[in-house]
């Protein structure tokens, strides 16, 4: 089977290839930082409406990033998401390289504690995975093993320097020749407590000790992380109050500064990377470049631009939040959350499972035919059963001719009926995830022979 670090990526057209970012930033630029944005849905159309408004507005760096946890629930293997971002490149005109990062490539708390490594082994192979794919920026997050009961700060850090670094070689030895990947370490887990320049320095004397005993074993240099993650007082998504809207929280920004001079200063990284910032207001964005956080992380708030876009079909939401109450309601409900509390928090959730729903056949069946092994990430549904969606009084879009569709195209008229193969109507919609075939494609089918010739790796 072909070497991933040797193979020509599909996608190597003149004037636009996936590319790393960060080495050597720390002197390439100051008072400035990039967006690295979640797309978590419509991925093809938003990375089109991306690539258009930084062209817009003078941009010269966009990432664009997964994190491991919305793989899950977006059903979007690095394959198909790689795929469609830099088809939305092509069609949009972009000249120039593309970022596309793996973001929170994270161990699992839960499930080190219970086999550690069944745990490490899986994030080794995703990292392979995503960089066979064009991946050539990923953050590895070991803050979620960080033990604060340590008596010192670099026993506290011990684990997370430790795995941070081991994953260093894997992505090393993986990255194709002549592509030094950008990677990513983090030392506060975001929503925790905020971080310290002691954090910094406990993590990085673990983490350059161990990695000089990896470059040992390998009998060659292996270079390091080139931006840090830290927590100073966000959230992922927020924290919405009762009545739906976000709390406002005040972020440490001179920490950040600190954090960021002492990797930049100390350490020879790019800076520090800003977590959970889409929610926070507009007037806060310019005070991350002042701090020189090298990147700002965004998701949730695009996500919400589809959620509460007036043109999103109101009978596809209804069946999208009565998706959530029946699957994680139980499971992920506090006792004092109102209603829109929880739609907030979960709708993410919604992506996958509804997109067969919202895009139609073609893009399932690429991704089953295309996806390679662990494609099908679904959780556990009710049996699957055959149906086809029908609503009445809408144009019928063909996936793949001409330029994708404005949103605003797919104001829904008319309400949906569901029926079975067999004729009968459903007294319910179907659930998400099973066989169906809809009318009508919100964006052409991306498909990427990246997955056909991707190694697996064993360890």
Excluded at 98 to 119: L, R, W
Excluded at 210 to 235: C, F
Excluded at 331 to 339: A, F, G, L, N
């Amino acid at each position: 089977m072909a070497d991933p670090r040797r193979r020509t990526t599909p996608w190597r057209l003149p004037g636009l290839d996936p590319r790393p970012l960060h080495r050597g930033r720390q002197k390439a630029y100051a008072n400035a930082t990039a967006p690295a944005i979640n797309v978590r849905g419509l991925t093809y159309d938003a990375a089109r409406t991306i690539f258009r408004a930084a062209r817009a507005n003078d941009a010269k760096i966009v990432l664009f990033e997964l994190a491991r946890s919305e793989m899950s629930y977006t059903e979007q293997r690095p394959s198909e998401y790689a795929s469609a971002v830099l088809a939305a490149a092509i069609k949009e005109g972009h000249r120039g390289p593309v970022f596309i990062q793996g973001d929170h490539y994270q161990i699992n708390a839960k499930k080190y504690a219970a086999d550690p490594e069944s745990e490490l082994r899986g994030l080794r192979e995703l990292a392979v995975e995503a960089i066979a794919a064009g991946y050539y920026n990923i953050d590895i997050d070991a803050s979620t093993i960080v033990d604060l009961s340590l008596p010192t700060v670099v026993e506290q850090q011990t684990l997370n320097a430790r795995h941070t670094a081991e994953m260093t070689r894997v992505i090393r030895e993986a990255q194709p020749e002549g592509i030094t990947v950008s990677i990513g370490g983090e030392i506060g887990e975001v929503g925790g407590h905020n971080s310290t320049v002691e954090d910094l320095h406990g993590f990085m004397e673990g983490y350059v000790a161990e990695l000089g005993r990896q470059a040992e074993a390998v009998g060659r240099e292996l270079p390091g992380i080139s931006k840090i993650s830290v927590q100073t007082g966000t959230s992922h998504g927020g924290v919405p109050l009762p009545d739906g809207t976000i709390k406002e929280v005040a972020v440490d920004f001179d920490t950040l500064a600190e954090l960021s001079r002492e990797a930049r200063e100390r350490y020879g990284m790019g800076g520090t990377v800003q977590h959970g910032a889409s929610t926070l207001p507009e007037e806060a964005f310019d005070r991350f470049a002042q701090a020189n956080a090298i990147e700002v992380h965004l998701a949730t708030a695009f996500q919400n631009q589809i959620y509460d876009n007036a043109a999103f079909p109101a009978d596809l939401k209804a069946d999208l939040y009565a998706y959530l109450t029946a699957h994680h309601l139980d499971d992920e409900r506090k006792p004092d959350q109102t209603d829109a509390q929880f739609y907030y928090t979960t709708r993410k959730r919604g992506f996958g499972p509804f997109q067969a729903t919202a895009l139609g056949p073609a893009r399932r069946n690429a991704k089953r035919h295309h996806g390679g092994p662990g494609t099908d990430l679904r959780p556990d549904h009710a049996p699957p059963r055959r149906c086809r969606q029908r609503r009445s009084g809408r144009p019928h879009h063909h996936a793949g001719r001409g330029a994708s569709p404005p949103l605003e195209a797919f104001q829904v008229v008319g309400a949906a009926t569901w029926h079975d193969t067999s004729g009968g109507v459903a007294s319910s919609p179907p659930t998400p995830g099973s066989r169906c075939r809809a009318r009508r494609s919100l964006s052409p089918p991306v498909t990427s022979s990246a997955s056909r010739s991707a190694a697996t790796v064993r360890w």
